[in-house]
């Protein structure tokens, strides 16, 4: 008896489970039964599953009877001629879907060469094992399964010609790269997805060597010459919208220039920009603290002392300003209402980025590093015939990572540059290796892309021979300019008189739990006081009563919440955060008492 | 020569004196003995931690920072041939917290000659091994139309563990009042004296004849005769210190136990003292791990000095602290401050985390010295 389960819930039993399931792929390729149902049958518990629930990755395959294809070659001149579509495939039982448990049940061949009685389905092609992002790394097959994973993630993060239409559009945090190339070495994905409409990366002369440490720990070393040339250069997009809101009672936001008796009136610098709308002009260089649109909003409570108080003006300031770190040259201004009928402001501010130490790059093969160091041009190694590189990649990151699509890359893109093609790097159908060293060879180079180099300072030949070859690399998203902090001094929290967290608050950075424990362990005693410092205060306390007491500025005297003037009052410094504790104990209803001693 | 030794007892410990004594030549001269022993004073004296060192933080941190690095496994050892026993980060944990009720408690009982070369090695596992009715049972068949319990016993196994069957009657008739306890041949007969009983009090009856004790040593659920290199010893699940200490043909001196609060009740608290000092270091040494041993040896001593083994928790070592603001910095503070000011206790800021929360310099370290001046008349 085997046991039959429906999305996990026991449906009945059948005598013969072969025979139920041979039934129902049957039933299932007429077309009977919905093509994203899935059996499958585990033979050593005896139970069948069947599966129609939702979030299954199912995978399209080709059926495979008798050891022969079900595709034939008519299938394919009439899906040639547009006759058919791959969605009649599927409904003829050509082609079906196979979940993760049913591909339990499958043999699969890579190539119809393969095909032997025993096979059950065929690939359509093997790169369809594998996702669109990942498609895209060349040689792909010849990498560990991990670094294709990192590959295809990095690619995402790659910055390129996300949209055509970019010019009109208010994307949140969009960069685009100046000078995309097609790459050398590609796949047949990169044509089916219109990879030169939206390309991602450059092609760049890469040599394997490590110079003066400047490339440890994966980080890259990239000329100055082509950072001039226009290397990895790409803009910066970030739109600023403020809209006019609509109180109740009638009370509206207003986009103008400020009048200086407003509430919170910045400085008229700060304006300079503004045009008489109170939106700023286009092409206007700004920088942190400048505003971008200027807005006044009525007052947030109507409290009955403003009431009767005409002269002054009781709006308040919520111009819009660039915030701490950020520049840029206002791009494009658009005026329009949002869905409520309300007026909306959008301006977009560009920032060119020019790539700087600290900057993230990739290749294909998910061999990431930062930008560790700009050498000139001159000070660059190069090789016997003076070809200087682009970029020095650390040979040490090849071992352990064993990224050898990598290595066949960068001899793909010397062939490719050499031959003037673009070289087939698709993952399982590729060019052979063997036939790419040949070309190489045939043009005059070692078939394993070594040269003779030079060293760039000293001009001394290097003992090794270095590998060079054309590589497409990717400027990935994270920028050091987006994300680089430090602070001496700065805003601090109103309740707390700590620093702020945070980037965009220009925080303090945090000495936590941990680090503080360090330093006990170091018995560096007044280090770790120093360091605690941030919201050390002095405070009055009463001798007498042993509580925080306050200063009384008009009768220039320490006061104590219980005696008055009648007690002795000393100033005690602590952090504020402990004053904090004492109130919210007071809070719990205890009373917290400092019994204070001269230190001395 | 041991005269001159003599003279440095007490500066330098009992064993490293014995040491020295082993290595100096007999004819050593009076004056070289006199460098010698100077020297070896001095470096003693170096070796010591220095006043004001934070021994209690690096410890914490010596062994914190391994921790995070073990696997958070039981480990199963497969087969029958050792049993399952916590380890990891979970014993670390249950040692430090000093847990009344560990997950697996286990003894290693050694024994003495000739059983340890493996005689009646079988037998005398099995007179260990705690017995409950259960475990002779083949069948249990309820008749509720005249409330009657027949229990069909597997002979074999009551044969094996050296049972009688009169004693089983026995002791099921004594822990079991009201009822009538008969036996024929394998089928053993339990019936109420009173006339009506309800139904459902039968089948509780059954899941309380179940797990009645027979005999055995009480706790000891699992028994395996093990061979450890060349002697046979017994490896229990469940630990009965105690009781198994009564028994003659054990060692009582090498017979191990991994409950901490039974050994410190059976044994005394050095006693406890050395075996967290022992699991703990079990558990590191078998996780790959790297501690300098004196690190656990100072949590194993703040978990032993008061005199009763107590965990670093809020209940246990947290709570002996002075402070009331270090207290309620652990755990729970509005349950500390509270009760701290119910009987109106008084914080004299003497540690380190009460500094640190009133941004004072820690009296650790460069924080422990103060100088003192002469004003100038």
Do not use: W
């Not at chain 1, 082609?95 to 699969?108: C, F, G, K, M, P």
């Not at chain 1, 100046?178 to 409409?197: A, C, F, G, R």
């Not at chain 2, 002075?322 to 309620?328: K, Y």
């Amino acid at each position: 008896m085997v046991e039959v389960f429906l999305n996990g819930k026991f449906l009945g039993e059948s005598d013969d489970g072969d025979k139920l399931v041979e039934n129902f792929l049957e039933e299932r390729r007429k077309g009977k039964v919905d093509s994203s149902i899935s059996i499958s049958f585990n033979k050593e518990s005896n139970q069948i599953f069947l599966e129609s629930s939702q979030g299954r990755t199912l995978r399209p395959l080709i059926v495979v009877k008798n050891g022969k294809s079900l595709l034939s070659e008519k299938h394919i001149e009439q899906l040639e001629k547009n006759e058919i579509q791959f969605s009649d495939l599927v409904s003829q039982g050509v082609i079906e879907y196979v979940d993760a448990s049913e591909e339990e049940n499958t043999l699969v061949a890579f190539y119809s060469e393969d095909l032997t009685g025993k096979h059950t389905h065929l690939e359509i092609l093997p790169l369809a094992m594998v996702g669109l992002c990942t498609s895209l790394v060349p040689f792909g097959n010849f990498n560990q399964s991990t670094r294709l994973n990192a590959g295809s993630k990095n690619q995402k993060q790659a910055l390129g010609m996300y949209a055509l239409n970019y010019l009109v559009r208010m994307d949140m945090d969009v960069n685009l790269l100046h000078t995309p190339q097609k790459p050398l070495v590609n796949t047949i994905m990169h044509e089916y997805s219109d990879y030169d409409k939206h390309p991602s990366g450059q092609n760049v002369v890469v040599a394997v060597l490590s110079y003066d440490g400047y490339n440890m720990e994966d980080a890259i070393i990239v000329n100055k010459g082509s950072i001039e040339r226009g290397f990895a250069r790409s803009t910066y997009y970030r739109p600023i919208i403020s809209e006019e809101l609509r109180y109740s009672g009638g009370l509206v936001d207003t986009i103008n220039i400020p009048d200086k008796d407003v509430k919170g009136y910045k400085s008229e610098i700060d304006y300079r920009f503004l045009e008489e709308d109170g939106i700023i002009h286009p092409e206007a260089a700004v920088a942190e603290g400048d505003v971008i649109i200027g807005k006044t909003s009525p007052p947030r409570f109507l409290s009955s002392l403003d009431e009767y108080n005409i002269t002054t003006s009781s709006r308040r300031e919520t111009s819009i300003s660039l915030k701490h770190g950020e520049r840029g040259v206002v791009d494009f201004i658009m005026i329009t209402e949002n869905e409520e009928g309300n007026k909306l402001v959008q301006v977009r501010v560009r920032d060119q980025r020019i790539p700087e130490i600290g900057d993230k790059f990739t290749s294909r093969h998910g061999q990431k590093g930062v930008m560790g160091l700009i050498v000139p041009s001159a000070d660059m190694p190069c090789s016997a015939s003076g070809v200087v590189p682009d970029l020095l990649f650390n040979p040490h990151g090849i071992p352990s990572r064993m990224t050898i699509a990598h290595l066949i890359e960068l001899i793909g893109g010397k062939v490719g540059s050499l031959g003037g093609r673009y070289v087939d790097g698709t993952a399982f159908n590729s060019e052979t290796e063997v036939d790419i060293r040949k070309e190489l060879l045939s043009y005059g180079f070692r078939e394993d892309g070594s040269e003779v180099f030079y060293n760039g300072i000293t001009g001394e030949k290097f003992t090794a021979r270095i590998m060079v070859g054309n590589m497409y690399y990717l400027k990935l998203k994270h920028m050091v300019a987006n994300k680089m902090h430090a602070r001496a001094r700065g805003p601090i929290q109103l309740l707390t008189r700590q620093p702020t967290e945070g980037r965009a608050k220009e925080g303090g950075l945090r000495l936590g739990e941990m680090e503080k424990d360090t330093f006990v362990a170091h018995g560096t005693s007044m280090l770790l006081k120093e360091r605690f410092d941030s919201d050390r205060v002095a405070v009055p306390v009463c001798m007498k009563s042993g509580l925080v007491g306050y200063y009384d500025a008009r009768k220039n005297k320490m006061m104590s919440p219980i005696y008055g003037e009648d007690s002795e009052m000393a100033y005690v410094e602590l952090s504020y955060a402990f004053k904090l504790l004492l109130d919210e104990l007071k809070s719990l209803g205890l009373c917290p008492r400092l019994k204070l001693e001269d230190k001395y | 020569m041991e005269l001159d030794i003599k003279e440095y007892e007490g500066k330098l410990p009992p064993k490293m004196i014995e040491e020295i004594k082993g290595h100096l030549p007999a004819k050593t001269k009076k004056s070289d003995v006199k460098k010698i022993m100077e020297r070896i004073c001095e470096e003693y004296k170096s070796s010591q931690v220095e006043p004001g060192e934070s021994v209690g933080i690096i410890s914490a941190e010596s062994i914190g920072e391994p921790s995070t690095q073990m696997t958070l496994n039981t480990f199963h050892f497969a087969g029958v041939q050792e049993m399952n026993v916590t380890l990891g980060l979970p014993r670390i944990i249950e040692i430090m917290d000093a847990r009344k009720e560990i997950k697996t408690p286990m003894m290693q009982i050694y024994l003495k000659e000739p059983y340890c070369k493996g005689k009646d090695i079988k037998d005398l596992a099995q007179r260990i091994k705690e017995n409950k009715v259960r475990d002779f049972i083949k069948e249990i068949i309820v008749e509720l139309t005249d409330n009657k319990i027949d229990i069909k016993i597997d002979l074999q196994k009551l044969k094996s563990s050296e049972t009688k069957d009169v004693v089983l009657v026995k002791t099921l008739a004594k822990s079991l009042k009201g009822y009538n306890v008969k036996i024929e041949k394998d089928i053993l007969t339990i019936k109420s004296k009173a006339k009506s009983e309800n139904p459902s009090d039968v089948y509780k009856l059954k899941e309380k004849i179940k797990n009645i004790y027979i005999s055995g040593i009480k706790g000891v659920y699992q028994v395996l005769p093990v061979k450890r290199g060349e002697e046979f010893i017994i490896v229990t699940a469940g630990s009965n210190l105690k009781e198994i200490m009564k028994l003659d043909f054990v060692d009582k001196v090498r017979t191990l136990s991994n409950d901490l609060h039974e050994i410190n009740a059976v044994l005394g608290i050095e006693a406890a003292r050395a075996s967290i000092i022992n699991e703990t270091y079990k558990v590191i040494e078998n996780q790959g791990l790297n501690i300098d041993i004196r690190h656990i040896m100072l949590v194993a001593d703040t978990m032993c000095f008061s005199g009763a083994v107590k965990g670093i928790t809020r209940y246990g070592v947290v709570q002996q602290k002075s402070s009331i603001l270090a207290r309620a910095s652990f755990e729970t503070p509005i349950k500390h401050f509270i009760e701290a000011s119910l009987i109106g206790e008084v914080d004299e800021l003497n540690s380190v985390i009460e500094n640190v929360m009133l941004n004072q310099p820690i009296p650790t370290g460069t924080g422990m010295p103060e100088l003192y001046m002469k004003a100038s008349k």
